[in-house]
């Protein structure tokens, strides 16, 4: 996989958000709203194309790796100067993989969500917490999908959950030190996700969001930079956010647009 560092020539200009998966959906809606509210934004992801665009567009700087693979992530992190050390660290980057019974369970999907949910979230922190300062925050994607189990989605719903408990545990842990850990969890939104666990088949995502209204990944963005500016002695644990549409993991109004 092609890797790159960019944008770390250059002083930040403002506090330094870090958010992983940001070349599209709810990461790259963090990323540009964080840029106008005067942030200093590091973006991440595997397509170099779309970071490097990122970087040109909104000025930001760039990393391009793998959260899954320990090496490379360690590597792309260790290029990056103690000014550029994040404030703020938006553990983003995820996905499921597939939908269907567990007694059907694709190994392949199971690894890549586990991999990249779980491991793929530890791998980022591990490398950056030592690093960072009191007053830093760790806000972690969840869903509610870590939530609520439903039909369908053990190995998601399970890298979910496990999200939560990292999110509880890792509080505990960095207490002493003055970072502070959250989560947001949301229900639907319309990004890539559905086209990623569907393989490619738009039509299956596109029917995912039929009769409502999702959220948009601004909405999330909205609700992590709202965590991520809050007086110092404010900790958020937790943002459960969902479509007005939808009241659980399974229970849509889907006749309501
Ligand atoms: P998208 O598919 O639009 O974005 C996922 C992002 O994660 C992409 O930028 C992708 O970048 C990155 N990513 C995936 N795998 C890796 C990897 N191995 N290494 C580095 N980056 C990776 O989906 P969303 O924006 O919806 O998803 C973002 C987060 O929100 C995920 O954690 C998801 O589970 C969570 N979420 C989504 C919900 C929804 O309904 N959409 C609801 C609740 C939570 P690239 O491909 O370039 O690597
Ligand atoms: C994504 C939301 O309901 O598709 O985390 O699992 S859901």
Redesign the pocket.
């Given at each position: 996989m092609e890797t790159f560092s960019q944008g770390f020539d250059r002083a930040p200009s403002g506090r330094v958000l870090f958010v992983?998966?940001?070349?599209?959906?709810?990461?790259?809606a963090t990323a540009r709203m964080a840029v106008a509210d005067g942030w200093s934004v590091v973006v991440?992801?595997?397509?170099a194309d779309?970071?490097a665009a990122l970087v040109e567009s909104l000025g930001v700087a760039g990393l391009v790796?793998?959260?899954?693979d320990r090496e490379a992530t360690a590597a792309a992190l260790a290029t990056v100067p103690e000014a550029w050390v994040p404030d703020v660290l938006v553990n983003?980057?995820?996905?499921?993989v597939g939908l269907g019974p567990v007694d059907a369970g694709v190994y392949e999907d199971w690894d890549?969500m586990v991999?990249?949910?779980v491991k793929?979230l530890l791998n980022v922190s591990r490398e950056w917490l030592p690093r960072m300062k009191a007053g830093a925050r760790v806000i972690n994607?969840?869903?509610?999908?870590g939530k609520q189990a439903y039909p369908g989605g053990a190995v998601?719903n399970a890298s979910?959950f496990a999200v939560e408990g990292l999110t509880q545990a890792m509080r505990m842990d960095l207490l002493p030190r003055g970072i502070q850990v959250g989560q947001v969890?949301?229900?639907?939104?319309?990004?890539?996700?559905?086209?990623?666990r569907f393989k490619g088949d738009d039509a299956a995502a596109d029917a995912v969001y039929d009769g409502f209204e999702?959220?948009r990944?601004a909405d999330?963005a909205d609700a992590i930079l709202y965590m991520a500016s809050r007086p110092a002695h404010v900790c958020i644990h937790d943002v459960w956010i969902m479509p007005a549409a939808q009241a659980s993991a399974y229970h849509l109004n889907r006749a309501s647009k």
């Open positions: 992983t998966g940001a070349t599209s959906g709810i990461g790259e991440t992801g595997r397509r779309r970071v790796f793998d959260v899954r983003n980057a995820g996905l499921a890549r991999d990249t949910n793929g994607v969840g869903s509610v999908a998601y979910k969890s949301p229900g639907a939104v319309e990004t890539e996700f559905s086209n990623v999702p959220l990944a999330v």
